[in-house]
């Protein structure tokens, strides 16, 4: 039993649209990080290195 | 008070919910609403679907988060926990129920998928005790599960336990047989929130449309109303059915109780119902048996429901052929 053909080609243009759904948290965080001049992935990258860092110190 | 918030949401991810779920159940059953439909294969089906996912995919899903992916991942762990709880939240809920959507959808819509959702289907009630009723394998494969999991790993665990938990009792009181929507299409002043509520999340009425036994009745719509936590999806997808209705009947027009445990287990166990789509020799999808012939007590039922109609009564009196 097949798939009738428009099923598959509904299924591929809502999946196409799906893609975009899924980025679009993504999308607006950065926009919103963009408008407010914010970098929040930096102030991680030194709380990781702090970390590191008091590892090294700790060995 | 934010404090008190997260308390609320850590205790109903414990335990909370699962005692929503019992009281629920049990205050469907007191009213009833099960009817004369809940037989002990159906009712061994439900427990077993309720109690052996959490002691086989529970361990599975744990394992994936707490050993495979720090082994193959070591460097991702909580990549992602910058990220601010708002936009958090929002990646999880679209991340996890868009995904769980085109699940659903998928096993409807592509016909060898569609046996290891029959399960879920073939229940004639609506409800908490048929809320968790799937395949094992359906279950094992909830795609969404993995992706949530996944999303946990790399730091986004704080914002999913309100997502989960959201989530979680939007779906339980979706199939819940207590129709708590129903108020909002009777009063008046509520009907602006009504069209917001059933177009944004799963509402019994839209929900049991999807559950009914025939569809494109008006009522019924098994072929779409796939959304589990959002409506959105369908909404966006042209797969929605709103009728601000209940079906009269659930489950599937040609089901005959198979064994609980062919439901459960399917395909490493058979259905021994002749022509059953679990069964050996069954066909993937079985064809629908119309309702009006399905027997004739029905038939008679359905012509008595049509007679007792106010509006019909009316026109039946100055044209009786409206019957015929």
């Not at chain 2, 601010?84 to 409807?108: E, K, N, S, V």
């Amino acid at each position: 039993m097949k798939t009738p053909k428009s099923t598959v080609q509904k299924i591929f243009r809502n999946a196409i649209l799906s893609l975009f759904i899924y980025a679009l948290p993504v999308i607006l965080m950065f926009i919103t990080f963009y408008i407010k001049g914010e970098k929040p992935w930096l102030k991680k990258d030194t709380k990781q290195q702090t970390i590191s860092q008091q590892k090294q110190k700790d060995q | 008070m934010i404090k008190f918030i997260e308390e609320i949401f850590r205790n109903l991810n414990t335990w909370g919910l699962t005692a929503l779920t019992f009281i629920l159940g049990f205050a469907e059953f007191s009213l009833g609403l099960y009817g004369k439909k809940w037989s002990k294969n159906e009712r061994l089906l439900d427990i077993a679907c309720y109690t052996v996912p959490k002691l086989v995919v529970g361990p599975a899903v744990a394992y994936f988060g707490l050993k495979f992916l720090p082994h193959a991942f070591p460097a991702a762990k909580g990549t992602l926990s910058w990220i601010p709880f708002t936009f958090g939240a929002l990646i999880i809920a679209i991340a996890d129920d868009l995904t769980q959507y085109w699940y659903h959808r998928l096993h409807h819509e592509i016909p060898w998928l569609w046996r290891f959702h029959r399960t879920h289907h073939s229940a004639p009630y609506m409800g908490m005790a048929m809320a968790s009723r799937q395949n094992i394998w359906y279950t094992f494969f909830f795609s969404q599960t993995y992706v949530t999991t996944i999303l946990v790993y790399l730091g986004l665990g704080y914002p999913a336990l309100f997502v989960k938990a959201i989530k979680s009792l939007i779906t339980k009181l979706a199939h819940s047989s207590i129709p708590w929507d129903r108020p909002f299409y009777q009063i008046k002043w509520l009907h602006p929130i009504a069209w917001v509520l059933e177009r944004t999340i799963s509402t019994p009425a839209t929900h049991h449309a999807h559950h009914a036994d025939v569809t494109d009745d008006g009522v019924g719509y098994y072929k779409g109303n796939f959304g589990n936590m959002f409506f959105l999806w369908d909404i966006i997808f042209d797969t929605a059915h709103i009728s601000r209705q209940y079906p009269k009947s659930y489950g599937i027009s040609h089901y005959e109780g198979d064994e609980w445990y062919a439901q459960l287990f399917w395909p490493v166990l058979k259905s021994n119902i002749a022509g059953s789509e679990l069964s050996a020799e069954g066909p993937i999808v079985r064809e629908d048996v119309p309702k009006q012939f399905a027997n004739e007590d029905d038939q008679e039922e359905r012509s008595e429901e049509l007679l007792l109609q106010p509006s019909l009564v009316a026109a039946t009196s100055t044209n009786p052929s409206i019957l015929q």
